[in-house]
């Protein structure tokens, strides 16, 4: 028998026990045949178990009859007389056995299904568990199977992208070795290019030394010949590929080549220098020794003039003892009336005062001579002001006023040009300026404060050729142009500004000052543009050239450069000054060294307008300069400046043109 059949019969069980309950109550109401009752007879029911047994189970199954809410049908049954108490409580104590019974069986029931139960649910559970096992086991490996695939597919990713970034680093590494290469030629062809250039440079210059010179020189010679068969021997390798050093370390090798070259030059320049400076010591000599023979030459003639006088005194006193006896003898005779003989009249020499056409053209001179006379009754007039201390404060403040923006002057915009022109344009105007002490100062609180501040002006603008021009050709046309804007406005301003520049430089004029008789040769230098330091050393030949190149490149832009706009097309200074200048440069006596930079700058600054405004009567005077002029300078200078004069003729005669100077303002700038 199965659990479910134990607990179905179990059940039928418990249905008997409420059929009894429910019958004994209906008897009451029964009116059919009755098989129990009062009236019937009891049937005797065998009882078999033990009546120590029975009997407590019968008050048991009393208690729970009396507890069935029927009292009304208990109360019945007591009054009723049953045919045998025995049979009742016997099927009482049954019902009861069979309740206890069913209990047990239930209990036993519950305890069975509750084992398989458990049962079952562990076999679940450990199924369970497997499957799960099997699950982590199965994803485990699955994992394990992923990560594999993925590690591969990762390790075969890593391997195409490092294959392809390998491939991108070698054809990168080519081009830029490639792209290094081409840099490195380039590099080295402009050394190269830098090279042969100064290399042609320094050979012309040894041809052009003599005999004892290019033998003092026979060292630098040596060294520059190695110099030139090194750098080509490294270009040859780098053009056949097979350089062995790295592509900058060419570069290096090239650069040092040209520093060599560099120095060289710088050795031989300083060789040259010396010598001649020897021979400027000697040309000294010279002229000091022909300045004697000159001034003894002058002695003898004045004493053979002394004695040409004594002789026409005699031959005066013959003829008036010659006179007298011719009278006598007419008186004596009284023939006729004689007239009287006419003596002649001897003019005593002048000594001439002018200057020989040989330092300066007579119209230079006198230009020169009024500009100067206007400069000096300038500064004359001037004095009472700059020499009392109690505008000295005003002056300070003036002279801030003008340096402050002439010293910004630069060509880097028309705007920039034209707010420093109106800061000092203003001023001259007659606005007020604050001053840094926070007081405002005007041109008109003196009476000689405009004149002072053109005297300072101008002044200001020759010191720009020491310390921007001279280093920077470039900058010497925005100063042009704001001095010719000024030019202008204030005519004497620009004869000022001329003033200036003569007695800086008389070269300019062109006027080759002699020298005085009692003129020391330091004295003599100085009025001839050198200057002389506080312990009165005389500056050095180079920074002589050096500033004198600063002034000549000042004055060259002044007469191409334009003013402003707005003061017209009108030029104060023009171009015809460069073509005066150096028809008379022609004239005077040649200078060494200071001549031929002169020349050299002017053309290098005015050649381009000259030869496009004279055409082929400038070409002519090249070539008059060529071959006319540089045999007389050949006389006085042998150094390195007629000989970089020589070459840039030499230039341009063969290229037939000039290049326009570097940093020209175009018309119009602002």
């Avoid at 840094?436 to 009476?447: F, M």
Wanted: aromatic share 6%.
């Amino acid at each position: 028998m199965s659990v479910e059949d134990l607990v179905r019969d179990n059940a039928h069980l418990l249905n008997v026990q409420s059929v009894l309950q429910h019958a004994a109550v209906a008897s009451l109401a029964c009116t059919g045949p009755r098989t129990i009752g009062p009236d019937r007879k009891p049937q005797r029911l065998e009882i078999k178990q033990d009546m120590s047994t029975i009997l407590p189970a019968v008050e048991v199954a009393r208690a729970s009859v009396q507890s069935v809410n029927i009292q009304p049908a208990m109360e019945l049954v007591d009054a009723c007389i049953f045919p045998d108490i025995d049979a009742i409580n016997a099927s009482i104590v049954k019902r009861e056995l069979a309740e206890e019974c069913k209990r047990s069986v239930r209990m036993q029931l519950k305890e069975i299904k509750e084992r398989q139960q458990s049962a079952v649910n562990g076999r679940h559970a450990s199924q369970r568990e497997k499957e799960q096992q099997q699950l982590f086991i199965n994803s485990l490996v699955m994992r394990q199977e992923n990560e594999k695939l993925l590690q591969q597919q990762a390790e075969q990713l890593a391997k195409k992208e490092l294959e392809m970034q390998q491939r991108d680093q070698l054809a990168l590494l080519r081009h830029n070795n490639q792209k290094l290469l081409l840099l490195t030629i380039e590099a080295v062809s402009r050394c190269h290019n830098r090279f042969c250039s100064k290399y042609e440079a320094v050979t012309k210059l040894l041809m052009t030394l003599d005999k004892e010179s290019v033998q003092a020189c026979a060292a630098i010679n040596v060294e520059l010949r190695e110099l030139g068969q090194m750098f080509d021997q490294l270009v040859g390798k780098l053009k056949n590929g097979n350089c062995e050093q790295p592509e900058l370390s060419c570069v290096f090798t090239a650069e040092q080549y040209c520093q060599s070259l560099d120095k060289l030059e710088d050795s031989l320049h300083q060789q040259l220098t010396e010598q001649e400076q020897q021979l400027l010591h000697k040309a000294k000599q010279q002229a000091e020794e022909k300045e004697k023979q000159r001034i003894l030459e002058a002695e003898q003639h004045r004493q053979q003039k002394q004695e040409e006088q004594k002789q026409q005194e005699q031959k005066k006193q013959e003829l008036e003892a010659q006179l007298k006896a011719t009278a006598d003898a007419a008186a004596a005779a009284a023939a006729q009336e004689v007239r009287p003989v006419e003596t002649p009249v001897v003019a005593p020499a002048t000594a001439s005062g002018s200057i020989s056409t040989s330092y300066v053209h007579p119209t230079r001179l006198a230009f020169y001579n009024e500009i100067i006379a206007l400069y000096q009754s300038k500064v004359d007039a001037v004095k009472p002001l700059q020499t009392d201390e109690a505008w000295k404060k005003y002056r300070t403040n003036c002279q801030r006023t003008i340096n402050v923006p002439l010293n910004a002057i630069t060509a880097s915009s028309p705007q920039h040009l034209t707010n420093n022109f109106d800061k000092l344009y203003n001023f001259f105007a007659g606005q007020a300026v604050r001053t840094t002490d926070g007081s405002n100062i005007t041109i008109n609180d003196h009476p000689l404060a405009r004149d002072y501040c053109i005297l300072l002006m101008a002044k200001k603008f020759v010191s720009q050729t020491d310390t921007a021009i001279s280093s920077n050709p470039q900058a010497a046309f925005p100063f042009a142009s704001v001095i010719n804007s000024f030019w202008k406005l204030l005519p004497d301003f620009g004869n000022i500004f001329l003033a200036y520049m003569f007695k800086e430089s008389p070269y300019l004029v062109p006027y080759v000052i002699p020298q005085q008789p009692d003129q020391t040769p330091e004295q003599y230098l100085k009025t001839m543009g050198y200057r002389l330091s506080d312990t009165n050393e005389l500056e050095k030949p180079d920074m002589f050239l050096k500033r004198q190149t600063g002034i000549a490149r000042l004055y060259a832009a002044v007469i191409i450069t334009p003013g402003r706009k707005a003061d017209g097309p009108t030029h104060p200074f023009g171009l015809e000054e460069a073509w005066r200048w150096l028809s008379h440069i022609m004239l005077v006596k040649p200078l060494p060294d200071i001549c031929a930079t002169m020349i050299m700058e002017m053309l290098q600054t005015l050649g381009f307008e000259l030869w496009r405004a004279y055409g082929q009567n400038f070409l002519k005077l090249l070539v008059y300069i060529q071959t006319i002029y540089i045999p007389q300078l050949a006389a006085y200078d042998e150094g390195g400046p007629k000989t970089r004069l020589e070459m840039l003729l030499s230039k341009f005669l063969r290229e037939r043109q000039i290049p326009q100077a570097v940093g020209v303002l175009p018309p119009g700038f602002w």
